[in-house]
């Protein structure tokens, strides 16, 4: 099977054959399944669902914070979300230069309101890359509907001088 990047579609190889009856694909019938699900596939790796307003990922800049204390010096903070229906994907990342009295839990704004409080079995996970490697996990049920706290996988603080908190995940917007 082939992809026309410039007219989006697929072309099975010549003579391809359906293997539970035996007959041959004709490029017209592909064409035509193609074009009754709305031209769902724009481009090579893209699926773009009918009445999904936002169909490709956006860029945005989390607010970082820790739960106790006060990170003194945040370094790079990046993060990108994808919407589909009321499920947000979402990545993000922040270095900690310098810690301070930082504790408990380094927080992150979301990039949309979650639905309601989301409890410890929130899908967001993560890895600190900087200093331990530790595996981190996100839990939403002390801080509210437009954050999540980062622990490591014991439940404790991840941030510290040179930390870099990265997670991504999923939750279902408000």
């Known amino acids: 099977m082939t992809f ?11 003579g391809a054959t359906n293997a539970a009856t035996g007959q ?6 592909w064409n035509t399944v193609h074009a009754d699900f709305g031209n769902a596939l724009t481009s090579l790796g893209t699926l773009v669902l009918p009445g999904n307003s936002n169909a490709a990922w956006t860029n945005f800049t989390p607010s970082v914070t820790s739960q ?11 993060g990108r979300f994808y919407q589909l229906g009321k499920a947000t994907f979402v990545e993000m990342l922040a270095s900690i230069t310098t810690n301070g009295s930082g504790s408990l839990a380094v927080v992150f704004g979301l990039p949309t309101i979650a639905l ?8 967001i996970w993560g890895r600190e890359d900087g200093v331990t490697g530790s595996i981190l996990m996100a839990n939403q049920s002390t801080i ?17 001088n040179g930390a870099v ?7 279902e917007s408000a």
Do not use: C, E, L
């Open 68 to 78: 106790g204390g006060t990170i003194t010096t945040v370094g790079t903070v990046a």
């Open 4 to 14: 026309n990047t410039t007219t989006g579609v697929y072309t099975p190889a010549a």
């Open 116 to 123: 309601g409080t989301i409890k410890s079995g929130i899908a």
């Open 144 to 160: 509210g509907a437009g954050s999540i706290a980062i622990t490591d996988g014991s439940n404790r603080y991840p941030g510290q």
């Open 24 to 29: 041959v694909i004709q490029s017209a019938v």
């Open 165 to 171: 908190i990265r997670v991504g995940g999923t939750y």
